[in-house]
């Protein structure tokens, strides 16, 4: 963070030169706060591999880039503007935490979503293109509350978006729909023309807007056993979870001006 004691600055990955005392701001012109670090084991001499994780548009994932010459290599010139890496993104969903990189070029981390807590999973089939590193595999090594959840139809959040009170910008929301929306009877059935029939008698259903506190924080794709949308889903309410302008995860923007404007 550049600004001391300001709690909602960006957190952004520094490479310290022991030896000359630099400092390189490796991802300056990432609108992201870096969470965690992540060396990976590449072992064949090229520049290291950084593997990251950070908050993006309501979910927590891992990112990766490769340290670039200018900040290797003594024979390299130091450009005045030097251009920083554009970082990859690992994966897409869910929440991630707890990651490793193996000797054998794999990694190892834990997710979770609105819908499971968390279990293990693999990153394998490792790939070198434009310096990223991608993964042509994921899979789940553990089963963990598998067996527990099974059958309890936990809904897995729909996303919506809508135009913010700040100009220019986009507001994110979940929408949780109650356990047995959908079923015979719900709502009115749609004709061959696109009408809606009448037959069948259309249902309210009660509502809950949930309202996240921090304020540094989000609605993100991840298990809780205090705040999950789907305890309320589950005894009859749809639940609204909006993440309004100048939480975690969207960019710095303007949080100063419009905090938690939507």
Not at 41 to 52: E, K, L
Not at 189 to 214: M, Q
Not at 228 to 257: E, H
């Amino acid at each position: 963070m550049v600004e001391d004691g300001y709690e909602s600055d960006r957190a952004v990955l520094v490479l310290y030169d022991l030896k000359t005392n630099k400092r390189w701001y490796l991802t300056q012109d990432w609108d992201r706060s870096v969470q965690s670090i992540e060396f990976a084991n590449d072992g064949d001499g090229s520049n290291p591999t950084v593997f990251v994780t950070a908050s993006e548009h309501a979910y927590a994932k891992v990112f990766s880039f490769t340290i670039p010459d200018f900040v290797t290599s003594e024979a390299v010139s130091k450009p005045k503007q030097p251009k920083f890496p554009t970082l990859k993104t690992i994966t897409h969903s869910g929440s991630v935490h707890g990651v490793q990189a193996l000797h054998n070029g794999k990694l190892v981390f834990s997710r979770s979503s609105y819908s499971g807590s968390n279990n293990v999973y693999l990153g394998s089939g490792v790939s070198k293109a434009d310096g990223n590193v991608s993964f042509t595999r994921v899979e789940r090594i553990t089963q963990f509350g598998v067996k527990e959840l099974k059958g309890k139809s936990l809904d897995h959040g729909e996303q919506f978006w809508f135009k913010g009170a700040e100009e220019g910008r986009d507001v994110q929301g979940w929408v949780f729909k109650l356990h047995g929306y959908g079923s015979s009877g719900d709502v009115g059935d749609d004709s061959a023309d696109g009408t809606r029939k009448h037959d069948k008698k259309e249902k309210k259903w009660p509502a809950v807007f949930l309202i996240h506190g921090g304020p540094q924080g989000a609605w993100e794709d991840g298990w809780s056993t205090r705040w999950n949308p789907n305890v309320l889903a589950q005894q009859g309410y749809f639940v609204i979870a909006v993440n309004p302008t100048g939480i975690t995860g969207f960019g710095q923007g303007k949080w100063s001006l419009r905090p938690h404007a939507v």
